[in-house]
């Protein structure tokens, strides 16, 4: 095979060769795109994050309504308690029983190691069914 134009007489031969070239370049720019584009997909972000050893639970059907402001005061029902006393109070919301769920309507400028505090002592109280409420956007 052999380049130039065809000679008098000669027929134009069909070229059965595949030119990878092209696709050996496309595929050098993707990797390159790749290898720039992975590290900027990453983030990392350092976060102190607070422990607890909680597990999810089911939710019952009649929950106990507990409410934190931003302040850190806590509320069970319409009444502010101390968390020294939320142990009888959340007795006294659910009559006994601790399979109620305890909805918790924390404010969102409560900071998140104020809320875990508030979770443990939940989950010291007995009370294990936990739910945190929250409102849906006005575009969701």
Do not use: C, H
Not at 22 to 33: Q, S
């Amino acid at each position: 095979m052999s380049g130039g134009l065809p000679r008098e007489g000669e027929e134009d031969e069909v070229a059965a060769e595949i030119n990878v070239t092209p696709f050996i370049d496309v595929m050098l720019v993707l990797l390159i795109v790749f290898m720039v584009a992975a590290p900027l997909s990453t983030v990392d972000v350092p976060v102190t994050l607070p422990t607890s050893s909680a597990a999810p639970q089911d939710r019952p059907e009649e929950p106990i309504w507990m409410t934190v402001t931003a302040e850190g005061v806590w509320s069970v029902g319409e009444t502010e308690v101390a968390p020294e006393g939320l142990a009888p109070a959340l007795e006294a919301a659910s009559g006994g029983d601790r399979s109620r769920a305890v909805l918790i309507r924390g404010d969102a400028a409560l900071p998140y190691g104020q809320m875990m505090e508030v979770l443990d002592a939940l989950r010291a109280a007995g009370f294990l069914k936990v739910a945190l409420v929250g409102t849906e956007e006005a575009g969701g």
